[in-house]
């Protein structure tokens, strides 16, 4: 369908494409946080924002941004914007679009002459993916004083993480005391790593939730016997317990999902004790991941947990230990308000649209504990990310930083009136 469109297409086309281009040499597409690539793509990004008319820094944390300065600052800053930063051997799109849409907005408003009230910043968030240094959200943890001081410490390859922030132009000696409270707020454009809007064909994935995150250890104990001499009725093999566990838990999950509500449970980590050929398998630990929109579901989902395991443990000769949560995240709701401003942009663009969760982790989730925050997802072919497969059209990309433009002009707006009379939609 053909669109008039308040942005450029073709300059977002060429912007993901240049930046494709910066990766390893024969691993497309990588381009790690912390890496002289990834510094590289960032005097990309820089550059563009300069010749945008943006003024840039890099933050305490280690976050570039570009600034469009707004008539009335003191009312305080609209944020677009991701992350550049990439798993290894699949990153073409995945954050990579909603920076480069973000920057698209920026220049869209200047063509069309178009003066915010509120300040405007287009930001890459430092290292959103799971770094070197065994943690992820960096950028976003630290731009809004969430950052534990302990993470500092963390080390890879004789540097750490202090090192790392201070590599890339941040100064983590100061972290302690960044915050944002001037952020009106903040909206991130992603492709939606799933397959929902390519085959429901819609536009544009308005997201309602980001998905809590709990992951849960359990061990398996059995009995390690001869695997030729041992009969099979009298076992107690860590092994068939644990599989028999991996199956109930994916059922679960399942009949969860059936519910309103994203809930997803991956079993993802499993370790075999002695893993010999001939040995009857004497202790598994497994790990699951589990996702929800909804928090009473996770809770729900752990009760059946703790009492499935007793019976199984009864019913295979074996030992489980009770459940143990290695961490637990709640979800993080998006703001009521952004909802429906971007669903008044979507219609004003004529993009078809549906409300969704996300099932992945987005810096979006740490903005939105200290400003009002949204998101929106664009398509992306097959549902593939995190893979050399990933694909976006760059037609929905467009349409989505179209979303964006019509969205901000509405924030600038809604949040100049809910300044002016006290009232907060959060």
Not at 92 to 104: K, Q
Not at 225 to 233: I, V, Y
Not at 367 to 373: E, G, S
């Amino acid at each position: 369908m053909s669109r008039n469109l308040p942005v450029n297409a073709g300059r977002i086309a060429e912007d993901i494409e240049a930046l494709a281009d910066i990766t390893e040499p024969g691993r497309p597409w990588t381009r790690r946080a912390f890496t002289p690539l990834f510094l590289e793509g960032r005097a990309y990004i820089e550059a563009r924002m300069k010749a945008a008319g943006l003024e840039t820094r890099i933050d305490a944390a280690g976050n570039l941004i570009g600034r469009r300065t707004g008539r009335k600052p003191w009312l305080g800053t609209i944020m677009l914007g991701s992350h550049s930063d990439t798993v290894p051997d699949g990153g073409r799109f995945d954050g990579i679009a909603g920076v480069v849409a973000a920057l698209e907005v920026a220049r869209a408003l200047s063509d069309q002459s178009i003066e915010l009230e509120h300040d405007l910043e287009i930001v890459d968030f430092l290292a959103e993916e799971v770094s070197i240094f065994g943690v992820s959200c960096i950028g976003s943890r630290g731009m809004t004083g969430q950052l534990p001081e302990a993470w500092l410490s963390r080390a890879s390859g004789g540097l750490d993480l202090a090192g790392g922030i201070a590599r890339v132009g941040g100064e983590p000696g100061v972290l302690g005391q960044q915050k944002r409270p001037d952020l009106a707020g903040f909206l991130e454009l992603h492709i939606e790593q799933g397959p929902v809007l390519e085959a429901e064909r819609e536009d544009i994935g308005i997201v309602t939730a980001i998905s809590g995150i709990t992951r849960i250890e359990i061990t398996v104990e059995g009995r390690a016997d001869h695997a030729g001499t041992t009969p099979m009725d009298r076992r107690a093999d860590a092994l068939v317990a644990a599989s028999q566990l991996v199956l109930d838990i994916r059922n679960a999950a399942a009949e969860l999902a059936k519910t309103p509500g994203h809930f997803a449970a991956t079993v993802g980590e499993f370790r075999i004790e002695p893993n010999a050929a001939n040995v009857v398998p004497s202790k598994v630990v497994l790990l699951i991941d589990g996702r929800a929109e909804i928090r009473p579901d996770m809770e729900a989902f752990c009760r059946w947990l703790d009492g499935h395991v007793e019976k199984l443990a009864t019913a295979y000769g074996v030992t489980i230990e009770a459940p143990n949560r290695v961490s637990d995240n709640p979800p993080t709701p998006s703001d009521v308000a952004l909802l429906s401003t971007l669903e008044t942009a979507c219609e004003r663009v004529g993009a078809k649209y549906r409300r969704m969760a996300s099932g992945a982790g987005h810096d979006t989730a740490w903005i939105a504990k200290v400003a009002p925050a949204a998101m929106i997802f664009v398509p992306c072919r097959g549902g593939r990310s995190h893979c050399s497969d990933e694909w976006a059209d760059n037609e929905d990309i467009a349409l989505g930083a179209a979303v964006l433009f019509e969205a901000v002009r509405e924030m600038d707006k809604d949040l100049k009136r809910e300044k002016a009379d006290g009232t907060h939609t959060g």
